[in-house]
């Protein structure tokens, strides 16, 4: 006998885990097959949470080691990594324990195993023990995320040559750690094992690091970061990486054709994620690919078999939790009947560094290869009241605005904070507000959030403290 439900979510992550919930909630009878165990994907388990934890624990180290500036005087400060791991994997622990009762709570069914295709219809469920299931559906839903890419003819060991998975939980500290790849996740992994104090080089193929972000916060933050003490060699290539007596020696070549190389305890390698479907018998339906290996959907997140669907890092788009829970929304209301729609040109994202990097809609470079006639308003923290009186006051606000409508077309932060204050300017998109009503809008003093309004008055050239 196999178990019958009206839709079926393959995978827990938070695309997958809020799908299934929200069907839930309108009324449909839905399962949920995961294979790791403990819910909330990569996100939750090995990427999200607990690598804001580490740069939290991270920052608080730094910080407490120049108290004595501040009048706070303290006693040798030690670093005890094996209950700041510990720390990290409660709070893990906690969380997905929570996603499980939350199932519990809207009468979610929860497989654990690993789901492949038998048909369209079915799915089989495969556990940890071999015990097999077969479940069947109406509708199914692919939401199984992403895993990190690495180089041609390179295997993560997770001890020596790392991917986010191993760098989020390394037994001792190393002394040299070189990060290939300048994005997102490289840099906040880098950031965290610096400020435990391993010398840091980060190797970057093209001249900027963090591709896709706006150029002018890019430059600010790689000044930053540097000051922060990480190395940077960009426009730079590996050509090879090798394991020599406990220790990795990493080949490049620079634009000049220049060969270096680079010996270091433990290499992270971050050049990027691709999506995890592997297990999943996608060629028994015949579901069809993207040239990327990404499942190809319409706008209704339908693929190419009928009432088969994919959401999250397995289709097209940015590869982030929460866009992936906003399609994971949509998609359940739609086939409630509803009305579920993405935005995709508010959908922010965030380096969680310190200080923090965040944006939303276009940048410079997107506007002027749209042709699109826009203002530029820019406050620095530098002259905002709250950063300078808690010496946190690197960074600036910058808004792009219509030049005609003053439309507020995106924003890009780089300061204290900038992940929470990113929020204000992705409602303001979604309402269609002007520069004009964020700068007229009443921001609480003293705030990081002032910042803001400064730069929406910029736009048109008021500030008035700066």
Known sequence: MSDKFEVIVIGGGPGGYVCAIRLSQLGIKTACVDSRGALGGTCLNIGCIPSKNLLNLSENFEKTKNFSNLGIETGEIKLNLNKIMQNKNKAVENLTKGVEFLFKKNKVTYYKGTASFKSENQILVTDQKNKETIIKAEKIIISTGSEPNSLPGVEFDEKTIL????????????????????????????????????EVQVIEFLDHITPGMDKEISNEFLKILKKQGMNFHLQTKVESIKKNNGKINILTKNKE???????????????????????????????????????????????NIKNIYAIGDVISGPMLAHKAEEEGIALAELIAGQSGHVNYDTIPGVIYTSPEVASVGKT??????????????????????????????????????????DKILGAHLIGPHAGEMIAEIGLAMEFGAS????ARTCHAHPTFSEAIKEAA????KRAIHS
């Not at 008055?457 to 048109?460: E, F, I």
């Open 457 to 460: 008055l910029s736009v048109d």
């Open 257 to 303: 054709g220049k060969k270096n190389n680079f010996e270091c305890d433990v290499v992270l390698i971050s050049v990027g994620r691709k999506p995890n479907i592997k297990n999943l018998n996608l060629e028994k339906i015949n579901v069809t690919l993207d040239d990327k290996k990404r499942i190809k959907t319409n706008k209704n997140f339908e693929t």
């Open 163 to 198: 991917s986010s998975t191993g760098a989020l939980s390394l037994e001792k500290i190393p002394k040299k750690m070189v990060v290939i790849g300048g994005g997102y996740i490289g840099l906040e992994m880098g950031s965290i094992w610096s400020r435990f104090g391993t």
């Open 435 to 438: 520069a004009e009503d964020v």
């Open 364 to 405: 410079e470079e997107q506007l002027k290869e749209l042709n699109k006639k826009y203002k530029v308003g820019k406050f620095p923290f530098l002259a905002n009241s709250r950063a300078k009186a808690i010496n946190e006051s690197e960074g600036f606000v910058k808004l792009l605005a219509d030049e005609k409508t």
